[in-house]
């Protein structure tokens, strides 16, 4: 027997859920990896119907204070090149944020200024989990995986 995980049939029936609501499903015109990173267990508690291939750019941007409340990064995860710029860029929705890397590689300073950018580029391959401090009990996390 197969063992296969709720995760994307649960992902499938809330974003369809939303589009019977008249909401935009944000990840319609994104493309998904094929085989999902194991980040174990970090984004579990975190809005995340899969990581989106942003493979072939040099740089690439994520959204800080996404989603209905603003608690959200948009995407939550992202695969890149190594060598590739992430940039994460501030709504200016859901209060103060900041992106910090668990294990120290990067950190941004806390602001809720709509336009406000962090960058970091990724020399390194491997798996980057990373969080806003003041809203990790809500989810507010992210990943990047780098290959």
């Not at 603003?70 to 995407?75: D, E, I, K, N, T």
């Not at 580029?121 to 992210?142: D, I, L, N, S, W």
Request: include cysteine; glycine fraction near 14%.
């Amino acid at each position: 027997m197969r063992s296969t995980s709720r995760r994307p049939l649960l992902a499938a029936c809330t974003f369809a859920l939303a589009g019977c609501l008249g909401e935009d499903d944000p990840y319609a015109d994104e493309e998904m990896v094929e085989n999902e990173p194991d980040y174990g267990g970090w984004l579990g508690n975190a809005d995340h119907p899969g990581t989106v291939d942003r493979t072939g750019e040099g740089e690439t941007g994520v959204e800080v204070g996404a989603g209905r409340d603003g608690l959200a990064f948009f995407p939550t995860a992202i695969r890149v090149d190594r060598g590739a710029t992430v940039v994460w860029e501030w709504t200016g929705a859901g209060g103060r944020h900041n992106v910090v890397e668990r294990e120290g590689t990067f950190e941004s300073d806390q602001t809720g200024e709509a336009g406000h950018t962090f960058e970091h580029t990724f020399e390194e391959e491997g798996r980057y989990a990373y969080v806003c401090t003041p809203h990790e009990r809500q989810g507010m996390k992210g990943a990047v995986d780098v290959v």
